[in-house]
């Protein structure tokens, strides 16, 4: 499921967020974001996932998402740590990026963290 994001005020698409359900046995989803850079510091991001979080676990009834991000995209950490993510991985220049490998980080959060999370 891609959703796009538009920023109400402006009548501006800034944002895209993708939802998969990746593994339909175990109740297992992963989404990825982009926003504009233009628009990057303002939460936006932050309230876009959090509204789709809300869906995937009282609506979707999964039981475990995922998400990766560039490791040196502090901004992105930063996106998933606000929404209660934790870090479980790191991929070792596993990403090729304007010519050279990347490392990415992988975060999840659990039903039963977001659901027993203040929101």
């Excluded at 993708?18 to 992963?30: F, V, Y």
């Excluded at 939460?43 to 990766?68: C, D, I, P, Q």
């Excluded at 490791?71 to 050279?100: C, I, P, T, W, Y």
Aim: proline share 1%; aromatic share 10%; charged share 30%.
């Amino acid at each position: 499921m891609g959703l796009a994001i538009e920023l109400k005020s402006e009548r501006r698409l800034i944002a895209s967020i993708e939802l998969r359900i990746s593994d339909e046995a175990n109740r297992t989803g992963d989404f990825g974001y982009v926003l504009d850079r233009n628009y990057w510091g303002h939460g936006y991001m932050t309230e876009s996932a959090r509204a789709v979080l809300n869906v995937v676990f009282n609506e979707l009834k999964l039981h475990r998402v995922w998400a990766t991000c560039n490791a040196q995209n502090r901004a992105s950490h930063r996106v998933m740590e606000k929404l209660g993510m934790r870090r479980e991985g790191l991929f070792l220049k596993n990403a090729m990026e304007k010519g050279e490998w990347r490392d990415t980080y992988l975060y999840v959060v659990l039903a039963e963290e977001w659901l027993g999370a203040p929101q």
